[in-house]
């Protein structure tokens, strides 16, 4: 599910997203081929918490869209999620370990 993320889906529940964990801390670039709804992309920091967020990325946009620094991961959410819920550079992240395995 992970190496199709949310393509060509048409919609997202609201409360719902994907997780992307990474094994290693790197400069993680997403796009948006292939999917139908805009997404808030928030990437996490190595020290879990929010490094930086891409509200509504433009949906079947094939424009990079960077972590600008050092990630372990990408939460993607339907757009608008991250500012409705308040969620802010800095805040912290926490997830289960019950997940895939990581990706690189």
């Given at each position: ?15 719902h ?61 339907a ?26």
């Amino acid at each position: 599910q992970q190496e199709y993320g949310l393509m060509f889906r048409q919609s997202l529940e609201e409360g719902h997203g994907m997780l992307f964990v990474y094994k290693s801390p790197h400069e993680i670039n997403m796009w948006m081929k292939n999917t139908l709804i805009p997404l808030d992309m928030v990437f996490v920091a190595p020290d879990h918490t929010v490094l930086r967020i891409a509200a509504n990325a433009t949906p079947q946009s094939l424009a990079f869209i960077s972590s600008g620094a050092p990630a372990i991961a990408v939460v993607e959410l339907a757009g608008g999620e991250t500012s409705r819920l308040g969620i802010a550079p800095g805040m912290p992240v926490s997830w289960t370990t019950s997940l895939p395995p990581a990706r690189n």
